[in-house]
C-alpha cells in the first residue's frame, strides 16, 4: 500500500505544494489538508485526510493486517529530476502487509 506520509503536506516538491496552505501545520491525523499538483495543467488544490504513521498501523492493526515491511523511499540526485526535499524526506510511504493470522476482531468491539 502507498500512502502519503504528513510531510508532504507542509514542505515543497519537485511536483506538489503546500506553499498556499500555512494551516497544514496545524492540521492532524483525520483533518483535511490541500496540496496542489504542479506537473499537470490543472492546478486547482486537491483535498486529502492527514494520517499519521502511528494511525496507520492502528488501522492495519485493527482490520487483521500486520506490517511485513515499511519502506520510506528518497530520491537521489544521479535520478536526473530537480528533486527540492525529496532526498532526505521522503513524501510517500511503502507498506507490505499481511493477514495477522493472531488477529481476533471481536477484541475491538465495544459492548453498548
Keep these: 500500500m502507498v500512502v502519503s506520509n504528513p510531510e508532504i ?3 515543497e516538491w519537485a511536483s506538489f505544494s503546500t506553499r498556499d ?8 491525523s483525520g483533518d483535511k489538508v490541500l496540496i496542489t499538483m504542479t506537473d499537470v495543467p490543472d492546478d486547482r488544490p ?3 485526510v492527514l494520517c499519521s504513521q502511528e494511525c ?11 506490517i511485513v515491511v ?10 536526473g529530476f530537480n528533486w527540492l526535499n525529496e532526498t532526505r524526506i521522503a ?6 502487509l499481511e493477514e495477522d493470522r493472531n488477529f481476533f476482531p471481536f477484541k475491538y468491539l465495544h459492548r453498548i
Design 9 to 11: 503536506y507542509t514542505n
Design 21 to 28: 496552505f500555512p494551516d497544514n501545520w496545524k492540521k492532524k
Design 46 to 48: 486537491v483535498e486529502d
Design 56 to 66: 496507520y498501523q492502528k488501522l492495519f492493526r485493527k482490520s487483521g493486517l500486520k
Design 70 to 79: 515499511h519502506h520510506q523511499p528518497l530520491g537521489n540526485h544521479s535520478e
Design 91 to 96: 513524501p510517500w510511504s511503502i507498506y507490505v
